[in-house]
């Protein structure tokens, strides 16, 4: 089977849409003409070949920009290069294994303190908006919350009494609950008080509400602080640093796996050595 022929099929399938067509197509191409260098055909192509042509794939490439390409790079030409042989030789023939490097995972972009807070001090005011957005912004870093579950708080969510939140995960999703902060209690008891009376115009249970009365949404968030995600990780972050273990940052943060939370675990080591350097005789 010419491979090239196969490919122009492929590509001319209904089942693709514009722009995967537009996305596949020069990864495929760039697929068989590899295939025509080393003078394979496309009938014989199995996991060895597949092995072959992602080693290619991760191979510096001297004089050329960038020297080496990105694992997500790599990741998605092998994915659009599966799919066409799927098409071409039929899902039996196409392997399972692993081709792509595993992505490394970044290390978590965490504000420095003095951030947060020039950021919460340029929230401050009196009138329901700016009381909202302080005890919004303030909950998030407090709490450790992600954007959707801290707009997503009902009234009864937050127990002063006992300084804890309930975050809802929803329907198959584990709830956690969380400890409320000082700072952050002081400023949702302010917005409560004279904030959010003045935002309700019904009977919304919500805890953060619009302008218009209904329950905030996501991009509120997103305009008071960039990639709010960095407070979740500040959170995180400034409490290793404090002297937390990762198993509690687990349980706070509401990973399920401790995997998950274990891109801190750099954080974790500069404060287990920190300890040693304090606490051993012959450190």
């Known amino acids: 089977m010419d491979a090239r022929l196969a490919a122009a099929r492929f590509l001319e399938s209904p089942m693709l849409s514009d722009g995967t067509r ?3 197509r020069y990864d495929v191409e760039e697929f068989c003409r590899w295939l025509d260098a ?23 490439r001297p004089g050329r920009r960038p020297a080496k390409l990105a694992g997500s790079t790599i990741a998605r030409k092998l994915s659009a290069v599966r799919a066409f042989l799927r098409h071409a030789l039929g899902p039996g023939r196409v392997p399972d294994a692993v ?16 951030e947060i807070e020039a950021t919460l001090e340029g ?3 009196d009138d329901a908006v700016s009381l909202r957005n302080r005890a919004l912004v303030e909950l998030v870093y407090s709490a450790g919350l992600r954007s959707a579950e801290a707009v997503g708080l009902d009234l009864a969510d937050v127990d002063f009494e006992q300084e ?13 609950v969380v400890p409320l902060g000082e700072e952050a209690a002081h400023w949702l008891a302010r917005y409560l008080r004279d904030g959010r009376p003045e935002l309700a115009t019904g009977a919304e249970d919500a805890l953060f509400l619009s302008m218009r009365g209904r329950r905030l949404d996501t991009s509120t968030l997103r305009r008071l602080f960039p990639h709010p995600h960095r ?17 509690t940052i687990q349980e706070l943060l509401g990973h399920s796996s401790l995997s998950t939370t274990q891109v801190y675990s750099h954080v974790d080591a500069k404060r287990l050595r920190r300890v040693y350097d304090r606490s051993h005789p012959r450190s």
């Open 22 to 24: 537009h996305v596949y």
């Open 38 to 60: 080393r003078r394979t055909k496309l009938d014989d192509v199995d996991v060895r070949v597949l092995v072959d042509y992602a080693a290619h794939l991760g191979a510096a």
């Open 99 to 114: 081709l792509a490097p595993r992505r490394a995972r970044r290390l978590p972009d965490a504000p420095r303190t003095a």
């Open 123 to 125: 929230l401050e005011g």
């Open 164 to 176: 804890l939140v309930h975050v809802r995960r929803g329907k198959g999703a584990k709830d956690r």
């Open 231 to 247: 407070l979740r990780h500040a959170f995180a972050t400034h409490l290793l640093e404090g002297g937390a273990d990762l198993r």
